[in-house]
């Protein structure tokens, strides 16, 4: 780095302490509340839990810690607000939720450093995540005036068409990782389709998830429509997932978390859409562009703290070429910079929590036993802080039935299976539980398709890391998820679709009783 970008850098660095300095005085001294029905409120049980921040386990703030009849309150304010909401004209609707986007660009700056300082995720990935939170809005604002279209499929004697309708108040769980924006994922299209929400973050990152809904509310959303009560999964998560009022689940996390909803939303019949984890495989052929596969294998594992559902977190590189591919990963992962998560320079951020940093760690001692080969980090990272730091790690010479090539661990850490051939290479990719994206490097476009068409994975790309396209559908086959996000596919999640029948006059009634 030369001496000029340096300095910016340090001035970047210094800027967002500076400019993160008062909003955590304003935050550990206001507190948490719930939002329910546009009121800021406390636990019903007047119980609270600490936020940390994973770079130095400072307490944040205190947060309201709900439960069931918190969630009561929530529920029963958005079904109120339900009918209002779903009612106003799709135009109007559209003009708030605009304004909820113009609130998000607004505070960016202010989300971008909140969220690297609650999450740990590095300010070079957050700094964009609050404008394509709004954006997200932008995108379903747009939609409002087509969420209640369908079909007409007229047949002999009758005019059929469809028309959707909202489905009622929604539940939506989120988990902490990206929480602002992923949130905003599923909280607008709800929105949108005219549904009312009840969201509920997660416990670990509560703070964006606070600032989301008084943003919201001062942008003119009307009062219950969008509800946040804070709280942990067993109690305030659970008691969302149960109750009668609410229509449908939204659910972002882990995939025994969701079989786990899907049991406690039975009695009620919920409807669920579940984004859950992945082992996601990137595959790189010997004919691809080796450069370019390269970066876009360190970015898809390393970014976010390989914190990221749709992380490639197994990369199958062919056999002919791996040695080679393998020496240029090692020398990049080496240098990746691992640090404070405000300083622009910084990489890879301090992991969410104790907890998880244990789980990541956990990994270090199974790929030993399954007999892998750590070549990159192993270790915990001494960074400033002394929070839950990583070093960046990468194992070679595993078999694709070790535990490091079959199981989540979401973190800065990436499993090598070489292969000796396409069949191979298939075979190993869906020899795992999960389903959610797949990566392919080749320069053969016959030998992209059929791979892209044998993967079992709801996203596949071709040459390209993950690049989202907000109509296009995202979600997963197998334990990683269940309904689809993105552009209509939303809709027909947080809608019902209804079926109209008009009679020609013409056909025959049979008669019966004469
Ligand atoms: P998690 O499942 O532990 O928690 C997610 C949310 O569910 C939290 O808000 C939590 O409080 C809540 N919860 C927990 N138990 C509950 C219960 N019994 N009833 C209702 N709610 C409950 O997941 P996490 O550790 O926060 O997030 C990491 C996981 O999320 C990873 O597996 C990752 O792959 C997945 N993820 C998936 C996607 C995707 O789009 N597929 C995106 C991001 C993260």
Redesign the pocket.
Known sequence: MDKATAKSSADVFQANRDRAGPLLAKLKAEGIGHVIDGKVVPAASGQTFETKSPIDGTVLSTVARGNAEDIDRAATAAAKAFKGWRDMPAAQRRKVLHRVADAIEERADDIAVLECIDTGQAHRFMAKAAIRAAENFRFFADKCGEARDGFNTPSDEHWNISTRVPIGPVGV?????TPFM?STWKIAPALAAGCTVVH?????SPVTADLLVKLARHAGLPDGVFNTVHG???DA??A??EHPAIKAIG?????T?GS??MA?GAPTLKRVHF????KNPVIVFDDADLDRALDAVVFMIYSLNGER?TSSSRLLVQASVADKFVEKLTARVRALKVGHPLDPATEIGPLIHERHLAKVCSYFDVAKKDGATIAVGGKPHDGPGGGHYVQPTLVTGANANMRVAQE?V?GPFLTVIPFKDEADAIEIANGVQYG?TGYVWTGDMGRALRVADALEAGMIWLNSENVRHLPTP?G?MKA??IGRDGGDYSFDFYMETKHVSLARGTHKIQKLGI
């Not at 509920?200 to 670990?204: D, V």
């Not at 659910?251 to 995939?255: I, L, M, P, Y």
């Not at 984004?275 to 992945?278: A, D, Q, S, Y």
């Open positions: 769980i989120t988990p902490w990782n992923l509920k973050p997660a416990e670990w942990f999964g067993e998560g659970k969302l997932t659910f972002v996390g882990e995939s978390t786990a909803i406690q984004e859950l984890g992945g559902c989540e979401f959610l995202f997963g990683s998820g």
